[in-house]
Structure formats: C-alpha cells, structure tokens
C-alpha cells in the first residue's frame, strides 16, 4: 500500500510556542490530505481537508488561525499549531487519499504542550 | 444527522471468533471501510466494501448490508497481537470519511 510519512514523531513544547507537523506522501500524489488529532481513548476527529493548492477547509469548531494548514504540493502537507496550550496536546495524525483510494495514515505525531 | 454505531469494547479468547458490528445512518453511501489501530499508533487499514456480501482478507472477513445499514468485521483464529481497536468508517455522498467511536478488542489467552 501507500506510504504516508510525518514529522516529528513526537515533540514537546512550551506554552505559547507554535509547532510544525509535516505529512508527507512518499509514493503517490495526493490530492487530498486530511488532518486529524485524537484524544487518549476516544476515536479520531477530523480536523480540516488539505488540498493541495487551495485553502484547507476546517471542521466545525477547528480554530483555522490556531491551526495553519498548508498544502504546497502534491506531496506534502504541514499542520502548525500555533501558541500552543496543554489543551492541545494530542496525537495528530494525518492521512492522504483520494475518492478512489483508501486513505493511507501517517504514523502519527504525539504532542505534549508543557 | 451522520451517526456510525459500533460496540465499544468486547473480549475473546485466543484462537476464537470474534465479529464486530457497525450500523450506520450517513449522507449517502460511497464505501465502508475497516481500520485497525494498536494503542499509540496510527490506523492502519483492513477492508473495504462498496456492495453488498462478504470480502474474505485471510483470517479477517467483512461483510456489508447496504439496505439494512449494516457491516460486520468477522475475526477467525484470533492472535493476541490482535487486541486493538477496530474502527468502522463510513464515505458519504461528498467523499468524506464518518468515523465510529471505534471497537476495543481483548483478547485473552
């Protein structure tokens, strides 16, 4: 299947400070990316919808200008959390797909705001 | 509105059969997928139905009922790597992923 990188792992920052995940897809163009952040136990929540191009559109209650999107190409995709909060530590996971594929899902990257 | 319905956790013994269920009720139907996510790890994916009946991926099975809004995931000869949790999704009309709460699966020697 499709391989679907991020970056960092894992990071642990200061309040206040901003932090940039990447995604990238390592063997096919995506379109379409999707950023999600889950909470210990529950299930995955859908942040925005990165195409590639254009303007990610955010989820319901996702803050657009506390978490920047960019989609500059067809193989990458960043997430920027911005003054980051312990409240949004989180693994944020990114998948990249399109409507004829499965999504694919990067591994993950824990974040732990201090 | 969207709403996926599955089990939150259930327990099985190693070497068992185990199925998972999931009813959905979604903005139109464009496929139903199964992920697997081991705590700490992203999902990894599992099966896909588009029409009705049932997809046999070695010991895993899924199976799909459009008109009753309903799948199963069916796990044969169950491993204890196997313990994890077991997410039902659904793509509506517009192509986007409704996520269920996701299914807790012990397995116990």
């Known amino acids: 299947g499709a391989v679907v990188s991020q970056h960092p792992s894992w990071v642990i920052c200061k309040s206040g400070t901003s932090v940039k995940i990447e995604c990238r897809s390592l063997?096919?163009?995506?379109?379409?990316m999707f950023w999600y952040r889950q909470f210990p136990k529950q299930s995955l929540m859908l942040m925005a919808t990165?195409?590639?191009?254009?303007?990610?559109?955010?989820e319901q209650g996702v803050e657009k200008d506390k978490f920047l999107i960019n989609h500059a190409s067809l193989t990458l995709s960043t997430l920027t959390v911005t003054s980051a909060h312990p409240e949004d530590s989180s693994f944020y996971i990114c998948?990249?797909?399109?409507?004829?594929?499965?999504?694919?899902f990067g591994p993950g990257t824990r974040l732990t705001v201090t | 509105g969207q709403n996926i319905d599955q089990p939150t956790e259930m327990t099985a013994t190693e070497g068992a059969i185990v199925q998972i269920n999931c009813t959905y009720q979604?903005?139109?139907?464009?496929?139903l997928f199964w992920y697997q996510q081991h705590a700490g790890e992203a999902p990894t994916f599992l099966s896909y139905n588009v029409l009705d009946g049932l997809e046999e991926k070695g010991r895993f099975s899924s199976f799909l009922s459009r008109s009753k809004g309903y799948s199963y995931l069916l796990l044969k000869e169950l491993q204890m790597k196997d313990s994890a949790s077991y997410l039902c999704?659904?793509?509506?009309?517009?192509?986007?992923?409704?996520w269920g709460a996701g299914t807790k699966l012990i397995i116990k020697p």
């Open positions: 063997d096919f163009q995506a379109t379409t």
């Open positions: 990165s195409n590639e191009g254009s303007k990610a559109t955010y």
């Open positions: 979604t903005s139109g139907f464009n496929g």
């Open positions: 998948s990249a797909g399109s409507q004829e594929l499965e999504q694919y």
């Open positions: 999704a659904v793509r509506d009309s517009n192509y986007q992923l409704i």
